[in-house]
Structures are given as C-alpha cells and as structure tokens.
C-alpha cells in the first residue's frame, strides 16, 4: 500500500514528471537520473495540456525502466491512466473554482471506483508564489510563512478524512515553503503531509522531512540538474 510506505516512511521522496514535458523518446534520460538517484517513487501529472494518451504512454515508457510505483497526480479527470498504481484523488481546499475542491472528484469517483488502482485522498493546498497551478486552480494563496491558515486548511482537511496533505508552493518556485510553516502544521497532523514545489538542494528537503513533513516532491531539478537530486533523495532519507 503506497498510503502505508508514506506513513511509514518507506516513500520518502518522489519524483514528479510532466507528460507534457517527457514523451517517450526524451524521457528515458531522466529515467535512468532517477533511477540513479534512489527516488522512491514517480508522480505523473502537469497543470496544463495533460490527456490520456501522454499520460498512459509517459506511463508506458516509466513501467519499462523502473518498478518504482507510479501515482497519478491529475489536474483534471484527463489526466487518469488505469496503467497507474495509485492515484493522488486531489482536492484544492483553497480553491475559489468549485471543480478543484469537488466537480472533478465527483465525475472521476465511478470511474476510480471501478478500478483496482489505490486511491489516495489528498487535500491540496497551495502556498505562495503558486506558479502555474495557483493561476489555474485559481487559488486564493496561503501566504509563505502564513502559520495560522495553514493550520485551518490542514486541520479542515484531517477532519474531513483526507488521508494525506499536499502542501506546495508550485512547481518551478523559486522558494519552497517555509519549513517553520511545515513544522507546526506537522505538529498537530495525524495524517501524513507531502510538501513540494522549490525545493533544489539537499538543505530544504532535509529540513522539511526534519519538520515532519512525511516525503518531499521534486519535479524540475531531475531535469535540470541530476547530481543534485541524488543529494537531495540521500538528505530525506538521512
Ligand atoms: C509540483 O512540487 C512539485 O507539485 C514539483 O515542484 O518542479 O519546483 O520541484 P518543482
């Protein structure tokens, strides 16, 4: 059970790739950069032009070099795979656009249930600067070091019965969270909460799994700077 092995710690760090930006044929590269680098596990989603088709073939192409599981991370129902071995079933809870926070859950639910694939319930929440995903998900942004509301979104989305919370400052941020803002929401968390979005180098992503976060997400840096990822996989599990 992948929910399991972040609770446990076994996933401590995840790889996210964009179908937009990896197709088959390009992507094998940085396949072979996170299979290296000793990443538990690869999400598969992008804010913007993901279908079926690129996620199903980035899928194909990810089975063939890895048995690392895959989660789905869509930004709509177009974004659905069955190849995947779980999904992220996301809900922006700081969106003003009712279908992140519930229309796309509603009308993917039959579907997923149908399905053999784990569903893991993800209350999403989006710090600043938000990049693509604050546009498009229209997000009223939770300030950077904004303790307080952090806690009410979190709070909200543990009573709800999420099983875990996703707390990003955006893919491509050029800073993460404040990990002071991850800790006191990890403080009072009995679920498990993933953070990402900004996180570059060995001393952010270590500090978040310090403050309890349960795993980091990189995206952009398996791209742009192999060595670093392996660093940064080492620093979450240090
Ligand atoms: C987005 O947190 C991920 O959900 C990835 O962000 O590309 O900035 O690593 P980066």
New binding site residues.
């Given amino acids: 059970m992948i929910l399991e092995n972040i609770k446990y710690g076994r996933i401590r760090h995840l790889t ?1 790739l964009d179908p937009e930006k990896n197709g088959p044929g390009n992507v094998e590269n940085v396949l072979d950069i996170i299979n290296r680098s000793g990443s538990d596990a690869i ?1 598969v ?1 992008g804010s913007t032009g993901t279908d079926q088709k690129s996620v199903d073939d980035l899928i194909v192409a990810i089975k063939k070099s890895t048995k690392k599981p895959v989660i789905l ?1 869509p930004s709509s129902p177009d974004g659905f795979s069955p190849r995947a071995d779980a999904i992220f079933y996301l809900s922006l809870l700081n969106s003003n656009d009712l279908k992140y926070v519930m229309g796309y859950q509603v009308k993917s639910a039959r579907l997923l249930k149908s399905t053999r694939m784990e569903v893991i319930s993800v209350a999403y929440l989006v710090f600043e600067p938000g ?1 693509t ?1 604050g546009k498009v998900g229209g997000a009223r942004l939770i300030g950077r070091q904004d303790v307080s509301t952090a806690l009410d979104y979190a709070s909200a989305a543990e009573l709800i019965g999420f099983h875990a919370i ?1 707390m ?6 050029p800073q ?1 969270i404040d990990p002071a803002v991850v800790k006191s929401v990890c403080k009072e968390m009995t679920i498990p909460v993933i ?6 180098d060995p001393e952010t992503a270590g500090k978040m799994i310090d403050a309890g976060a349960a795993a980091v ?6 791209e742009n700077d192999p060595e670093i990822l392996g660093k940064i996989v080492s620093a979450v599990k240090a």
């Fill in positions: 996210l999400m989603g991370f990049m995903v996703y990003e400052a955006g893919s491509g941020a993460s953070v990402g979005g900004g996180i570059r997400v990189t995206g952009t840096i398996a």
